[in-house]
């Protein structure tokens, strides 16, 4: 498995019936206990995540960034509400300092924490994203 393939560690396991409404299908990538621990320790180093046009439409909509470069964070946090919004995830912050998703739902986060030992996987972050509006 390549880190080119998706911008999303996590596999998603939720069908379209499952996700809240108006929430979008999230990026697909197997889970893989070693493939995140490659990625916590950095040996692999995944793109960042691809902005959807309604999070870019959203931008353009905010009338405090006319004329501004959006902060990161805040592209961020559109696009982790887009993809993810209304679920639990886990993510991990590279140290080019964008955001990966490195398990969603409680099942993959489950295995992320047993079986990812504590010094690889201290970074991680829970995240629960607002549903996307």
Same mark, same amino acid.
């Not at 490659?38 to 870019?56: A, F, G, N, R």
């Given at each position: 498995?390549?880190?080119?393939?998706?911008?999303?560690?996590?596999?998603?396991?939720?069908?379209?019936? $499952?996700?809240?409404?108006?929430?979008?299908? +999230? +990026?697909?990538?197997?889970?893989?206990?070693?493939?995140?621990? $490659?990625?916590?320790?950095?040996? @692999? @180093?995944?793109? %960042?995540?691809?902005? +959807?046009?309604?999070?870019?439409?959203?931008?353009?909509?905010? +009338?405090?960034?006319?004329?501004?470069?959006?902060?990161?964070?805040?592209?961020?946090?559109?696009?982790?509400?887009?993809?993810?919004?209304?679920?639990?995830?886990?993510?991990?912050?590279?140290?080019?300092?964008?955001?990966?998703?490195?398990?969603?739902?409680?099942?993959? @986060?489950?295995?992320?924490?047993?079986?990812?030992?504590?010094?690889?996987?201290?970074?991680?972050?829970?995240?629960? %994203?607002?549903?996307?509006?």
């Amino acid at each position: 498995m390549r880190p080119e393939d998706s911008q999303s560690l996590a596999q998603t396991t939720t069908d379209q019936a $499952d996700l809240p409404e108006g929430a979008a299908s +999230p +990026p697909v990538r197997e889970f893989s206990i070693q493939y995140v621990r $490659d990625v916590l320790t950095e040996k @692999i @180093i995944p793109e %960042p995540m691809v902005v +959807p046009p309604e999070v870019e439409e959203c931008v353009k909509r905010e +009338p405090l960034l006319r004329n501004k470069k959006p902060p990161r964070w805040l592209i961020e946090l559109w696009c982790l509400m887009f993809y993810y919004g209304g679920n639990i995830i886990a993510t991990f912050k590279t140290k080019a300092g964008h955001k990966v998703v490195v398990a969603a739902g409680e099942v993959e @986060i489950k295995a992320l924490l047993q079986d990812v030992p504590y010094e690889e996987n201290r970074h991680v972050c829970i995240e629960f %994203p607002e549903p996307w509006r």
